[in-house]
């Protein structure tokens, strides 16, 4: 009998490293998997940022946008929002303009909606319109080109508020600093065109406009707009229009406060409105 019969020998420390290897390499022991006998894959599916679509809130033309026109932001789908305004012309009380605004997303493309003004004039007599509101988005705000919409609407009631209106709008946005004081620089750009039904002459009015929005922190919008004087022949936007102001799109709470010259005011006149939104 050899003097090591009946002993086991020692693993030299190739065979050691071999054994370990194999082991940490078993499917049935990485990462801590139970031994099941069948490997366990995860896969973590990347976030998609929300999609800032630059929508604003009740304009003096009655579909969302910046203060005076339309922009090009849909509501998200599922989405209902309901929205007022008051609009004070020469910032006096003889003359009080109301407007209303409620609106769903159909899909994410696609809003349908109403609008409606009540002009409150002296001798206690007032003034209304109403009627209907759509938009549909075409294109996303992605890479480089902007996000695109058309739209139209209308209000009828009061022969001289009377009006039917298509908009084409574009709008883009240029991140600052997502994490910072100022995180990000829109611009708006769109054409209106408008078919005015008064008492004595029917007319129309193309009108040009622009305009740019600040997001702050806490959603809150620094936002100016300028538009061109219309081509109407009765003349109804002697003056340039213009607003100035902020927009607070909370989403269950939105603020609206601005100064504006609707081109027909001698001066500039205060504007706000208030609204919510919520998810059906």
Excluded at 72 to 89: D, I, V
Aim: hydrophobic share 40%.
């Amino acid at each position: 009998m050899s003097p090591t019969s009946g002993t086991i020998r020692p693993l030299n420390k190739t065979a050691l490293l071999a054994l370990a290897v194999a082991v940490l390499n078993c499917p049935l022991v990485q990462a801590g998997q139970p031994l099941t006998g069948k490997e366990i894959k995860e896969t973590v599916a990347p976030v998609e940022a929300p999609y800032e679509g630059g929508r604003g809130l009740l304009t003096l033309q009655g579909p969302s946008g910046m203060f005076l026109n339309p922009t090009s932001g849909t509501l998200p789908q599922g989405k209902f929002t309901l929205q007022y305004c008051n609009f004070y012309p020469e910032n006096r009380t003889e003359v009080v303009a109301h407007g209303w605004m409620a609106a769903y997303g159909i899909t994410d493309w696609l809003e349908i909606g109403a609008v409606a003004n009540v002009v409150n004039v002296p001798v206690d007599r007032e003034l209304g319109v109403g009627g209907p509101l759509v938009r549909v988005r075409l294109l996303r705000d992605r890479e480089w080109w902007p996000q695109l919409s058309i739209g139209a609407y209308g209000k009828y009631g009061t022969n001289v508020l009377q009006q039917t209106s298509v908009f084409l709008a574009a709008y883009k946005r240029l991140p600052l600093d997502e994490d910072g004081f100022f995180k990000s620089l829109g611009f708006h750009a769109g054409v209106r065109g408008s078919w005015f039904h008064g008492d004595f002459a029917e007319d129309d009015s193309i009108n040009g406009y622009g305009g740019a929005e600040l997001q702050l922190p806490y959603r809150v919008y620094l936002v100016g707009e300028v538009g061109t004087k219309g081509n109407t022949p009765a003349g109804r936007d002697p003056k340039t229009p213009f607003a100035y102001g902020a927009q607070w799109r909370l989403g269950a709470v939105n603020i609206t406060f601005a100064g504006i010259q609707n081109g027909t005011t001698e001066k500039v006149s205060l504007y706000y409105g208030v609204g919510s939104a919520i998810p059906f």
